[in-house]
């Protein structure tokens, strides 16, 4: 009895899981000699002293260049640690807060509780010498029995009421913390003659109108001003009231910049930050802001930044744009600003760029465009007037979500993400143990499947349909070996130079003909193995009532399966063919698979072939291998388990098992793609360099040459010319199979 290729009922030799672990156990050994190693990190300098594009200089000592991926990754590959340097934090358009946080001293523990004050609450306590935290404290008022030489007070999450003379006592504060307390009104004078440099108002009810405003009036001059999580909408009027503030907090209000009274006022603010208002980024919107450094404008739900919205804004150098709703970028957007530094338009839905959009930003170093999806005319648009000689110096730092964005940014010396876990700028194939695995299973998978196809041409074969199924599925199988074949080449024909090829190479006819074979290899192999399945399981289940497949169905069966894989394939290369990112092109491996960037063009057509049909397939397979040996169990419920049933048992588990460790991960990978978790971009290659062609790679072993019939085969070859001295002979008491020493024959 055969059942897909396996026989069964045919007593023979030992279990064939020996013969399995005899083929794969080079396999394995082989792997692991070859264990993780880092790649050629290294190269001396060109002739004319510099690194080729995509290598970091290392500089003096040395003169090396350093992989660009291996630059900035906490780890000093250089030989004086130049990759690792200050350079790698974009510090250049940091605020003065930032940078004073950064700086800040690192007090011991003993500083902390250090206390020089000898007046105060129970419900406070005091800390760094003079500095008194009364938070949560259930207090309705300031406190007026606390030590005068209090310099830090804060008295936020309580519900304090401000009367104008509360704070007159501590002629020494320099900070003031009154978050979260509800207030409404400060009153007039309630500031007057105090040194405040820092004043926290954030979580209040304070709302425009000098009755409740009038309070700022008494401020002298303060460096920090935070009215963040208030009612505020008039930003003018707040700098008519304080004079001289340099850092500004109002995020969280009701701020428009829409027809402004232009304070006089505005040109002492260097930090502006306005997350979560309602901005409209019009032309004279920061008129005024003739100083202004840092501007931060998130989450303001901003459309389109109009034409020279920050023409006056000509000392900027941060520039925070992320989360808001931008699609568009004009050519004159970004008039003005020639001292930008950084600019971050992360979380941004854009849909377009105009070429000269980046044009006015020569003192560009630091870009931020994480978490946006970027066609390629997009990145073309951006990188244009990016990559011109007075740019490219200055530009070190790019941030991007897809690791093959940054081959649009060749120059860039630290572009993010380094690596989508396949490819490098340097290599196709980032890894050594990825290089070697793709010749070893591009090898055993067209060596086996060669093998099958000369074996079942060459030698007659009873059972034609089945001869027939296996010959069409080592073909199926066959053409995963060719895949890996030219992986494995254009890794070598790439290799240190991948970045001048990867453009060309992804978007070209080989690569998608690459694709086109591994697709179809497996789709053809999953819908030959789910009809053999079915197939046989109808056949031994219900032996008398299913339909016998004659050797023309079979023949008509395996032209449709076929048919039916090839247009699988090409289908969505005739769809995507007008666009430039093309649906095998997404990475290097030109396989769809879709793991590392699951929205790009084409996904839904991968998932529903991933997901979808090849998840059907599985359940046929595994439902088809249940029935059948469920059937022969119940057959032979009163007969004892022979060698064979063992043997077939063995086979078995291992034709399930290979199908689903190969497909159920993928499938469940797929689906984690598509719910957006996060997936290492390390594991896409070894899912299409190792887990993909498992059963392109063991199908020979497990349906020809684990069966009694290859064996015998084999035997009676190496016997014919003296390589085998063992015979296999059926016993005669039990039917099955010893093996006797050829002398013992010949007697």
Not at 130 to 151: F, I, K, S
Not at 449 to 460: A, D, I, K, P, Y
Request: with cysteine.
């Amino acid at each position: 009895m055969m059942i897909a290729g396996v026989e069964v009922g045919e007593a023979g030799g030992s279990p064939s899981f020996l013969y399995l672990q005899s083929y794969l156990l080079p396999l394995i050994v082989i792997l692991q000699l070859f264990s993780p190693t880092s790649a050629v990190r290294l190269q001396p300098v060109d002739r004319d002293g510099t690194c080729p594009v995509g290598w970091f200089p290392c500089g003096s000592p040395g003169e090396v260049c350093l992989e660009q991926r291996f630059v900035c990754d906490r780890t000093e590959d250089c030989p004086n640690g130049k990759d690792e340097g200050e350079d790698c934090v974009p510090d250049e358009a940091d605020g003065t807060l930032v940078k004073e946080i950064l700086d800040k001293e690192i007090h011991p523990p003993e500083h902390h509780a250090r206390c020089d004050l000898m007046a105060f609450p129970r419900t406070c306590y005091c800390r760094f010498g003079t500095q008194l935290v009364c938070r949560g404290a259930h207090l309705t008022a300031v406190p007026d029995d606390l030590d005068r030489g209090t310099t830090s007070l804060l008295l936020g999450n309580n519900s304090i009421v401000l009367t104008a003379d509360a704070l007159q006592p501590y002629r020494r504060l320099t900070q003031i913390f009154l978050d979260h307390n509800e207030i409404a009104v400060l009153p007039p004078g309630v500031f007057r003659g105090l040194p405040l440099d820092k004043v926290f108002l954030s979580y209040n009810l304070l709302q425009d109108g000098a009755a409740a405003l009038d309070g700022l009036h008494s401020l002298s001059s303060p460096r920090y001003l935070h009215l963040s999580y208030n009612r505020i909408a008039d930003i003018d009027f707040i700098l008519d009231l304080v004079p001289g503030v340099r850092s500004l907090w109002i995020n969280h209000n009701r701020v428009t910049m829409k027809s402004r009274k232009v304070s006089a006022n505005a040109c002492d603010v260097t930090e502006l930050w306005m997350e979560g208002n309602r901005v409209v980024l019009s032309k004279g919107a920061f008129r005024g802001f003739i100083n202004l450094e840092t501007l931060f404008l998130r989450r303001n739900r901003i459309t389109d930044v109009e034409d020279r919205a920050f023409e006056t804004l000509k000392k900027l150098k941060d520039l925070e744009l992320n989360f808001n709703l931008i699609r568009h970028l004009r050519a004159d957007s970004f008039v003005g600003l020639h001292s930008l530094a950084s600019l971050n338009l992360d979380n941004n839905p854009l849909l377009t760029v105009h070429t000269s959009a980046f044009r006015p930003l020569v003192n560009l170093v630091s870009l931020w465009m994480d978490n946006l999806e970027l066609s390629s005319e997009l990145l073309a648009n951006i990188s244009t007037e990016l990559h011109h000689e007075s740019r490219t110096a200055n530009l070190t730092h790019v941030f991007f979500k897809r690791f093959r964005y940054c081959g649009y940014f060749l120059d860039v010396h630290d572009c993010s993400p380094k690596t989508d876990g396949v490819s490098s700028f340097q290599h196709l194939l980032v890894r050594v143990e990825l290089r070697v695995g793709v010749w070893l299973v591009a090898t055993f998978t067209l060596l086996g499947n060669l093998m099958v196809l000369g074996g079942r041409v060459f030698s007659r074969d009873d059972n034609k349909i089945l001869s027939l199924f296996i010959r069409n599925l080592a073909v199926a199988d066959l053409l995963t070996g060719v895949y890996l074949l030219v992986i494995a080449v254009k890794d070598l024909e790439f290799r240190s130079s991948y970045s001048d090829h990867a453009y060309y190479w992804m978007t070209s006819w080989q690569c998608t003909f690459t694709g086109v074979l591994a697709m179809t290899s497996t789709e053809v192999s999953v819908l030959i193995l789910s009809f053999m399945s079915v197939e046989r399981w109808l056949c031994i289940t219900w032996p008398l009532a299913a339909p016998k497949l004659s050797l023309g169905g079979a023949k008509m069966a395996l032209s449709l399966i076929w048919l039916l894989g090839l247009s699988l394939a090409l289908t969505p290369v005739l769809y995507y063919q007008g666009h430039q990112q093309r649906f095998y092109g997404t990475n290097g491996l030109c396989f769809p698979l879709h793991l590392d960037d699951p929205w790009v063009p084409g996904w839904l057509y991968s998932g529903l072939l991933f997901v979808g049909l090849n998840q059907l397939g599985v359940v046929l397979i595994l439902v088809s291998y249940t029935g059948m040996f469920c059937s022969i169990r119940r057959t032979r419920a009163n007969t004892p388990l022979s060698l064979g049933d063992r043997e077939f048992a063995m086979r078995f588990f291992f034709i399930v098992f290979t199908d689903c460790l190969c497909w159920t991960p993928i499938i469940v990978l797929r689906i984690m793609a598509i719910a957006e978790v996060d997936i290492k971009p390390e594991l896409y290659a070894y899912v299409v360099v190792v887990l993909l062609p498992i059963n392109s790679a063991l199908n020979p072993f497990l349906y020809t040459f684990t069966t009694t019939k290859f064996r015998s085969q084999t035997r009676r070859f190496l016997t014919g010319r003296g390589v085998c001295l063992w015979v296999w002979v059926p016993r005669q008491d039990t039917g099955e199979y010893t093996r006797v020493h050829m002398s013992t024959q010949l007697l």
